[in-house]
């Protein structure tokens, strides 16, 4: 089964980490990464850029809006994901505690609806 990690963090507190400390986080994640492609669990993953680039769009009564930002206001924002190959929920559980940003932010494990070839 598909298991999506979704990463989220604190961006404020992110950017007000050191070099050092952001480069030992980037190399926990490049282990992680390869430790998850190695076990052939790995389906996709990225890293998505500052919620201050992010648009949302909306569309009500056929007219379509858009709007600066994230949807809601949060203390955590999504800043990345892992998409999973996983036998039940709680390997799936097993590789997001693995993923760095578990430490100091959370990550939301959700699975993948199967649906059926069209």
């Known amino acids: 089964m598909r298991y999506l ?3 989220y963090t604190n961006e404020a507190g992110d950017q007000n980490a050191s070099q050092a400390e952001q480069a ?16 052939g ?4 993953g990225e890293a998505l850029q ?7 769009v909306r569309v009500r009564d056929g007219k379509t809006t858009t709007t600066d930002g994230p949807f809601a206001e949060t203390k ?10 996983a036998k039940d929920l709680n390997e799936a559980i097993q590789w997001a505690a693995k993923i760095p940003g578990a430490r100091f932010g959370s990550i939301e494990v959700r699975p993948i ?3 059926p070839p069209q």
């Open 5 to 7: 990690l979704m990463i």
């Open 24 to 39: 030992a986080v980037m190399e926990a994640y490049n282990k992680f990464s390869r430790d998850l492609t190695s076990s």
């Open 41 to 44: 669990s790995f389906v996709a």
């Open 50 to 56: 500052p919620t201050s680039t992010a648009t949302t």
């Open 76 to 85: 955590e924002q999504l800043g990345g994901y892992y998409l999973v190959n």
């Open 113 to 115: 609806w199967e649906f």
